[in-house]
Every structure is written in C-alpha cells, then in structure tokens.
C-alpha cells in the first residue's frame, strides 16, 4: 500500500529550498574559510621570507607573526565550531597595537602622546577581555560546547555550575 503525503506541494516545496538554501550557504561558508585560511598563510608565508631576505626579525615582525597565528586559530575555531569568539579579535588587535607601539619607540626613539594613547588603548582592551570572559562566566550562552576548548591549551571560559 502506497503511503500518501500529507503535505501540501508548498510545504514540501518550501521545505526543498530551504534545504538547497542550506546547502548552498554552507558551501559558501567552507570555501570562504579555505580561502581566508591560504590568503592568511600566504601574508605570513611572504613576512617570513621576507625577514629571511633580510637576514634579520626583530620584534614587532615576530609580532606580526603572531598576528597572523592567531588569525590562523580564529579561521580554525570558526571552521570547527561555526562560532567566532569576539576576544580573538581582541586578542589580534593588542597584539597590532603593541606591534605598532614598539615600532614607533624602535624608529623615533623618543616618549610622546601617541605612546600613552596607544597604551590606554592596549589597557581598554585588555578590560574589554575580562568583561567578556566574566560575561561568558557569569552568563553562559546556553550551548554545551565552548568556542574557547576547541583552542588548545585554553581552558573554557564557563564552569558548570549546578
């Protein structure tokens, strides 16, 4: 006996595009995020043999190394749990301003505001991080899985507390 169905031809119709719709969404999703991870590896490719060529790195191209890790990490964590942690880019901007900060003390050798600005804004920053891992401590999203253990050696920013 053949089973009729029940759904009227929009509903299944509907149902279709919305499948199709989510396929192509998250098609969309993994190739941009391939191509941001090579564009990524690509700068941080180029900056190293760019200070091979120099025969020299000093500190804020170190810096900049690290910028483009954690840019790496964050495109990682997006790809494994489609959710992009915002102090990552927290993370990324500190480390631009110290780069910036320490390039400008290395070439102009002399203290002027733009060094105290720079470092306010480092410590405005930094307090933006604590506001939001006490925020995600205090205030858990509701999901099981924390964006933060997919990182290694990081520990989740909420505790369960029963």
């Not at 391939?34 to 810096?63: C, K, R, S, T």
Request: hydrophobic share 50%; aromatic share 10%; glycine share 10%.
């Amino acid at each position: 006996m053949a089973l009729k169905n029940k759904d009227p031809a929009g509903v299944r119709l509907h149902h279709q595009a919305d499948r199709l719709g989510n396929f192509l969404v998250s098609t969309f999703h993994f190739m941009a995020l391939f191509a941001i991870g090579g564009v990524i590896a690509w700068a941080a490719l180029g900056a190293f043999l760019e200070m091979i060529a120099d025969g020299q790195a000093g500190i804020d191209d170190v810096l900049l190394l690290f910028i483009y890790l954690e840019l790496g990490a964050m495109v990682g964590i997006y790809f494994k749990t489609n959710h992009m942690p915002v102090r990552f880019l927290i993370y990324v901007a500190i480390t631009a301003l110290t780069r910036m900060m320490i390039g400008d003390i290395q070439h102009h050798h002399r203290p002027d505001m733009g060094i105290i600005y720079i470092a306010g804004s480092i410590l405005l920053l930094a307090l933006s991080i604590l506001v939001v891992r006490y925020g995600s401590h205090r205030f858990p999203s509701g999901h099981g899985h924390n964006v933060a253990s997919a990182r290694a050696g990081e520990q989740d920013d909420h505790t369960d507390e029963h």
